[in-house]
C-alpha cells in the first residue's frame, strides 16, 4: 500500500513537472510566434510604403530610390560634421606670414583640405547606388579644369 502510494505521487510529481515544461515551451513558442508576426507587419508596412513611393515617382524605382537618398542627405552631412564638431581650431597658434602662393593662411589652408579630405555628399551617394538629382548641384572634375 505505502508503495502504491509512493508510485502514485511519483507518477502525480511526473506529470506536473511535464505539464509545466509544456507551458513553458508554449509560452516560448508563442512569444516567437509573436515576436515573427510583428517583424513581418513592420516588413509589411515597409513594402505597401516603397510600393507607394515609387508609385508616386511614376513607377520609377531609380527615383524612388533617389528620394529616399534625399531624406538621408540631413543625417549624411550631420555624420560628416560630426568627424570635425570637436576639433579646438581656436587652440591652434599658426606663425604665418600669410605669403602662401594661393593667397590663403596656414589656417584656412588646413581647414579647406580637413574640410576635403571628408567624402562629398555626391560620392556617399554614389557608394549606395544612388545618383543625386541635378538641383543638388553637382560634381565637379577638377583635374580637367586645370
Same mark, same amino acid.
Given at each position: 500500500? =505505502?508503495?502504491?502510494?509512493?508510485?502514485?505521487?511519483?507518477?502525480?510529481?511526473?506529470?506536473?513537472?511535464?505539464?509545466? =515544461?509544456?507551458?513553458?515551451?508554449? +509560452?516560448?513558442?508563442?512569444?516567437?510566434?509573436?515576436?515573427?508576426? &510583428?517583424?513581418?507587419?513592420?516588413?509589411? +508596412? /515597409?513594402?505597401?510604403?516603397?510600393?507607394?513611393? $515609387?508609385? #508616386?515617382?511614376?513607377?520609377?524605382? /531609380?527615383?524612388? +530610390?533617389?528620394?529616399?537618398?534625399?531624406? /538621408?542627405? @540631413?543625417?549624411?552631412?550631420?555624420?560628416?560634421? @560630426?568627424?570635425?564638431?570637436?576639433? /579646438?581650431?581656436?587652440?591652434?597658434? $599658426?606663425? %604665418?606670414?600669410?605669403?602662401? !602662393?594661393?593667397?590663403? #593662411?596656414?589656417?584656412?589652408?588646413? $581647414?579647406?583640405?580637413?574640410?576635403?579630405?571628408? !567624402? !562629398?555628399?555626391? %560620392?556617399?551617394?554614389?557608394?549606395? &547606388?544612388? @545618383?543625386? !538629382?541635378?538641383?543638388? &548641384?553637382?560634381?565637379?572634375? @577638377?583635374? #580637367?579644369?586645370?
Amino acid at each position: 500500500m =505505502a508503495k502504491q502510494q509512493v508510485e502514485i505521487a511519483a507518477d502525480a510529481e511526473a506529470e506536473r513537472q511535464r505539464r509545466i =515544461a509544456r507551458g513553458e515551451a508554449d +509560452a516560448i513558442l508563442a512569444r516567437y510566434e509573436a515576436e515573427a508576426e &510583428g517583424i513581418q507587419k513592420v516588413l509589411d +508596412a /515597409k513594402a505597401t510604403g516603397y510600393k507607394s513611393l $515609387v508609385g #508616386s515617382a511614376s513607377g520609377d524605382p /531609380k527615383a524612388a +530610390a533617389t528620394l529616399l537618398m534625399v531624406e /538621408k542627405i @540631413e543625417s549624411m552631412v550631420q555624420a560628416q560634421t @560630426e568627424a570635425i564638431r570637436n576639433l /579646438k581650431i581656436d587652440k591652434i597658434t $599658426v606663425w %604665418d606670414s600669410g605669403n602662401s !602662393p594661393d593667397g590663403n #593662411s596656414a589656417t584656412s589652408n588646413f $581647414v579647406s583640405s580637413l574640410v576635403q579630405s571628408l !567624402p !562629398p555628399i555626391h %560620392d556617399v551617394a554614389k557608394m549606395s &547606388g544612388v @545618383e543625386l !538629382p541635378d538641383y543638388l &548641384g553637382s560634381m565637379t572634375d @577638377e583635374d #580637367s579644369e586645370s
